[in-house]
């Protein structure tokens, strides 16, 4: 019986140790709202200038569903402003989590990406 409670014990402790990880690392993200008070527009190519992004923080990135969406692409498609082969959101309010190294992301409307409605993101 004492060796039950002993089991039982150590499961909490672990899943205990689980939780907090997994809320420190949460704990540790910082949010960034994309083209600040402007949102995910136009000319917001150099926004990410003078900022610190790590891997696993979020980016918000606000917009009108009806003009705009936000797709992550790889460099070529940020270079050539090409979605085609890309990761489509288009929620208005979406949320996306910085992998390490370069991140792209780009409006796929004809002339968007163009107008400078992409951002590269490197995220240490």
């Known amino acids: 019986m004492a060796q039950g409670r002993g089991n039982s014990a150590m499961i909490a402790l672990m899943l205990l140790f689980c939780t907090l990880m997994f809320h420190s690392d949460i704990a540790h993200a910082t949010n960034f709202k994309v083209g600040?008070?402007?949102?995910?527009?136009?000319?917001?190519?150099?926004?990410?200038?003078?900022?610190?992004?790590?891997?696993?923080?979020?980016?918000?990135?606000?917009?009108?569903?009806?003009?705009?969406?936000?797709?992550?692409?790889?460099?070529?498609?940020?270079?050539?402003?090409?979605?085609?082969?890309?990761?489509v959101h288009n929620s208005g309010k979406d949320q996306l989590k910085l992998k390490q190294g370069k991140n792209y992301f780009i409006c796929s409307k004809p002339g968007h990406c163009q107008g400078g409605m992409k951002i590269a993101v490197s995220a240490a």
């Open 36 to 87: 600040d008070s402007g949102g995910w527009t136009f000319n917001v190519v150099n926004w990410p200038s003078g900022k610190t992004f790590k891997a696993g923080d979020i980016l918000e990135f606000n917009y009108d569903t009806q003009a705009h969406n936000v797709v992550v692409v790889n460099e070529g498609g940020y270079n050539s402003c090409s979605g085609s082969s890309g990761e």
